[in-house]
């Protein structure tokens, strides 16, 4: 499945969750799928924590056997990617 | 403008001139920057043989002796750093063929090899092998890119940037790595004038810190190099500064020891700021538009946001190389538990290896009292920051869960909390002569309990 392609409810879903974890006052608004969420000041590091969890939780990645890099997961393609991994 | 700015920070001759180059060749930018990065090497060297440092056992070295020899010297040294930097680049460069467990553990691999050299410095008296230890976060960098598969189609010339940055610093790699550096770099005329006008920021900003430095010197504590403030006026608080009481015999009045550790806290995070400003003031004219190191600490309302704003790019290191390794592979630990773990090993452990490794005298001499006397006071302050930063965490999770914002009084109440932590625990920071974690928790004893 491309990313491109990804269920809306999906990308929803996950802009959803990232809005729940952002800066307190912090707009999505202008930000599209590649825009990376940390350099944008909407999360900081430890954000992604909260981004690994929820991969784990809601589907069962476990990113450290997959070799991804936490880093990989500040913008919404790196998270979809880590979801669908043949998507890239 | 940029230029000036950068003259009065000192910056040195060599930064001045490839930061010139830079901006009137804004294409040319990686090479002049890493053909300045080996003038920067080179002017290392040669002032190291010229403060006559012993650089082999049976070397003494001052400038009236250099001769053709010790240029020779100079020279192969150069080229002796030059190639270890090389073969590190080849090594990420080639990290596929690797063996396996170098593949599995680069970092691990790397800090055995480097504690190797120290100690083989230390027995045969090289002093030089004891650089060893300096590039080694700015080279951890590079190893976790090229297991990230993302050095194959690099240059050597472009890992200089970072190896040896003509920007100078701690070895603490502000702007971290190539690929960090490279997310960042401007390379159109509309993004190269966003960076630089960033940066002249920065460097202005740096400008009116020191002052502010240099005027709480001067009203503040009364020390002596306050030239204008002097002249002006014959008056200041005259307060003791922390290093003196926490490492003197004498106790001020509580007011002066409370007031002495805010203002601490005050003059820490400012200089801290006025070094990073300066680093990432020029990273940002030269084209690399990178987050600031210091961004308003003194406004943040919770222990782990201070920690963030503070010195960003020591907090992504310990992140970076402690954090995200045992949070990834602690999936077996409950939650709190796992965040626990986390924090530790950034905050405790990793706070606390960096230190040592940047001063392993004590370690290296196997001297366990004089490692204690050392190390004692910053391991106590290392977990007093590991538990307020863990404790600082579950609370901001919470907070987000509730989606509360804090009022404008109670986001006061909570910036004053923030400030007493961190003033506090400063006392075990503070480098004060021999004062032992007695002496420390007699002194913060005595501020609380007053």
């Given amino acids: ?88 | 403008m940029a230029m000036l700015l950068l003259y009065w920070h000192q910056t040195g001759y060599l930064p001045l001139l490839a930061v010139s180059g830079v901006m009137l060749f804004p294409g040319r930018r990686r090479i002049l920057l890493s053909l300045a990065s080996v003038g920067v090497v080179f002017n290392i060297l040669f002032n190291w043989l010229n403060g006559d440092i012993a650089l082999r056992p049976d070397a003494s070295w001052s400038a009236a002796s250099w001769s053709w020899a010790s240029w020779l010297e100079l020279i192969a040294m150069l080229a002796v750093v030059m190639a270890s930097l090389g073969l590190a680049v080849a090594v990420a460069r080639r990290f596929e063929q690797l063996p396996g467990l170098l593949r599995r553990f680069p970092l691990l691999a790397l800090h055995a090899a480097v504690w190797m050299v120290l100690i083989v410095a230390t027995v045969s008296g090289i002093n030089a092998l004891m650089m060893a230890s300096t590039p080694i976060w700015r080279v951890s960098y590079l190893l976790t890119q090229a297991q990230r598969g993302r050095t194959a189609n690099t240059r050597f010339r472009d890992h200089l940037l970072y190896l040896v940055p003509l920007y100078g610093g701690s070895p603490t790699p502000m702007g971290k790595g190539l690929e960090y550096l490279s997310r960042h770099e401007a390379n159109d005329a509309q993004s190269i004038a966003r960076s630089q006008l960033a940066g002249l920021k920065l460097l202005i900003l740096a400008l009116v810190w020191g002052a502010v430095l240099n005027l709480m010197s001067g009203v503040v504590y009364a020390e002596q190099d306050v030239g204008l403030w002097r002249e002006i006026f014959d008056w200041s608080l005259n307060l003791p500064t922390l290093k003196d009481w926490v490492g003197g015999t004498s106790m001020p009045s509580v007011a002066a020891m409370v007031a002495s550790i805010y203002f601490e806290l005050i003059r820490s995070v400012l200089n801290v700021a006025v070094t990073g400003h300066i680093i990432i003031g020029t990273l940002r004219i030269v084209g690399f538009n990178v987050f600031r190191n210091t961004y308003k600490p003194l406004l943040a309302e919770s222990i782990v946001e201070f920690w963030n704003r503070y010195y960003f790019y020591f907090k992504e290191l310990l992140v970076d190389f402690f954090f995200y390794p045992t949070y990834l592979r602690c999936t077996w630990a409950p939650p709190r538990l796992r965040m626990f773990l986390a924090v530790f090993a950034a905050a405790f452990a990793g706070n606390m290896y960096y230190h040592i490794l940047a001063h392993p005298q004590t370690v290296l001499a196997v001297d366990a009292v004089a490692f204690w006397t050392q190390w004692g006071p910053r391991f106590v302050y290392c977990l007093l920051l590991a538990l307020g930063i863990w404790v600082s965490m579950l609370r901001q999770q919470a907070r987000r869960k509730e989606g509360a914002r804090h009022s404008r009084v109670a986001r006061i109440r909570a910036i004053a909390g923030v400030w007493t932590f961190f003033a506090l625990i400063q006392i075990f920071n503070i480098s004060a002569g021999q004062a032992t974690i007695s002496d420390r928790i007699a002194r913060l004893l005595a501020v609380l309990l007053q």
């Fill in chain 1, 1 to 88: 499945m491309n990313n491109a392609t990804a269920p809306v409810t999906q990308r929803e879903q996950l802009r959803e969750f990232l809005e729940s974890i952002a800066r307190p006052g912090s707009s999505f608004s202008g930000c599209n799928d590649e825009t990376n969420l940390i350099d944008a000041g909407l999360i900081d590091s430890f954000a992604l924590i909260q981004i690994i969890f929820f991969l784990e939780q809601s589907h069962g990645i476990k990113l450290h056997e997959r070799g991804i890099d936490p880093q990989d997961l500040a913008s919404i393609a790196g998270i979809l990617s880590a979801i669908n991994p043949t998507g890239r």
